[in-house]
């Protein structure tokens, strides 16, 4: 058997004596003055267009302050009518309806609770009386109304009306 002999040897790496400052050092004065050179030439762009557009919608602006002034009583009379048929029929709602949630919810949680107990009462009286009575038939009732059940002596007006006469004695 042959002994191989690992041996180590340590790499150091150093850098260039050189080169001391970050790479971007050297690129940040061609970002600065490029950040610079579009922001001028965005405000001079943004200036053009304000020109152009107060040059050409001058007149607009103009006849629209008048139109407005015309139709004033108008716009004043909506928002008057606004108010009255939607605004404020929308606010008492809602206030009441905030006033009356409690209510509303007190009078839920009642009726929900009371369907369930009594559900939950009627099942165990069934349970109940099956276990008293054991599995009984029906009594002859029918729940649903469609099935009448057949009446034991015929009515008055299948028997026939009887006569009756008043005698007066004199």
């Not at 599995?135 to 649903?144: L, N, P």
Request: glycine letters at 8%; a positive charge.
């Amino acid at each position: 058997m042959a002994q191989t002999s690992h041996s180590t040897t340590a790499v150091k790496v150093t850098p260039p004596l050189g080169q001391t400052s970050p790479p971007i050092s050297s690129i940040l004065p061609l970002v600065t003055s490029t950040f610079s050179v579009g922001l001028s030439a965005l405000s001079h762009v943004v200036w053009l267009l304000n020109l152009l557009f107060l040059s050409l919608f001058s007149p607009l602006l103009a006849i629209l302050s008048i139109c407005i002034y015309i139709l004033s009583p108008f716009i004043i009379s909506s928002k008057i009518l606004l108010d009255l048929l939607v605004v404020f029929p929308y606010r008492a709602v809602s206030y009441v309806s905030q006033a009356l949630y409690p209510i509303y919810a007190f009078l839920g949680v009642a009726c929900l609770s009371g369907a369930i107990i009594g559900f939950g009462a009627r099942q165990l009286v069934s349970l109940v009386g099956w276990g008293i009575l054991g599995e009984t038939h029906g009594t002859g009732q029918s729940r649903s109304p469609s099935h009448a059940r057949a009446q034991k002596r015929p009515s008055a007006s299948a028997r026939g009306k009887r006569k009756v006469t008043v005698r007066m004695e004199d």
